[in-house]
T-cell receptor, first 111, second 114 residues
Framework: SQELEQSPQSLIVQEGKNLTINCTSS?????LYWYKQKYGEGLIFLMM?????EEKSHEKITAKLDEKKQQSSLHITASQPSHAGIYLC???????????FGTGTRLQVTL | GAGVSQTPSNKVTEKGKYVELRCDPI?????LYWYRQSLGQGPEFLIY????????DSGLPNDRFFAVRPEGSVSTLKIQRTERGDSAVYLC????????????FGQGTRLTVV
């Protein structure tokens, strides 16, 4: 079965700093989703990457997919307190539509 | 509604009881998924519906778990003879199609078995 490893597991950054979260898969990535979750809430869709080399941006968040490395990265520029939460990557497993998720990266942004 | 709606938001039940969790997907979304999330973990896949049929139920942990989607819209996850280990947040998601489309999640139902 596919496994996703996220690093770091937790991160504390000062407001205004940049940060990167990585998601590495044990198998070939057919598609990669990034979600954000706040405690006690559902998952908020951030981005979906489908092709190797694909890069997407939304506001201050950029995600890239490196198919060869079976890895995706999420980069936040000039972090704000509103970015705090748990970031989860989810991978499409083969031709199935179900997602396998990583264990998440907990981000705290300090003032 | 505008998003995926799950009810109840919280459910406390006694060990051995039967529970039903409801998911109302985004209108027009043909694909519906159930996931279970334990504390400190990412969501784990349970079952996926395409229309009314369960296309993949490989994630259901045992035969105490069952889900239906009789009219291709609302889905109900049913758990019989609940055990303390069933305590988790149960998340529902829907997407317009099954493949390569955004999946939108509900707020989840927090199930606690005492």
């Amino acid at each position: 079965s596919q496994e996703l490893e996220q690093s770091p597991q937790s991160l504390i950054v000062q407001e205004g700093k940049n940060l990167t979260i990585n998601c590495t898969s044990s198998k070939t990535l057919y598609g990669l989703y990034w979600y954000k979750q706040k405690y006690g809430e559902g998952l908020i869709f951030l981005m979906m990457l489908q092709k190797g080399g694909e890069e997407k941006s939304h506001e201050k968040i950029t995600a890239k997919l490196d198919e060869k490395k079976q890895q995706s990265s999420l980069h936040i520029t000039a972090s704000q307190p509103s970015h705090a939460g748990i970031y989860l990557c989810g991978a499409v497993t083969g031709t199935a539509s179900k997602l396998t998720f990583g264990t998440g990266t907990r981000l705290q942004v300090t003032l | 509604g505008a998003g995926v709606s799950q009810t109840p938001s919280n459910k406390v039940t006694e060990k051995g009881k039967y529970v039903e969790l409801r998911c109302d997907p985004i209108s027009g979304h043909t694909a519906l998924y159930w996931y279970r999330q334990s504390l400190g973990q990412g969501p784990e896949f349970l079952i996926y519906f395409q229309g009314t049929g369960a296309a993949d139920d490989s994630g259901l942990p045992n035969d105490r778990f069952f889900a239906v989607r009789p009219e291709g819209s609302v889905s109900t996850l049913k758990i019989q003879r609940t055990e303390r280990g069933d305590s988790a947040v149960y998340l529902c998601a829907s997407s317009l199609r099954a493949v390569n489309t955004e999946a939108f999640f509900g707020q989840g139902t927090r199930l606690t078995v005492v």
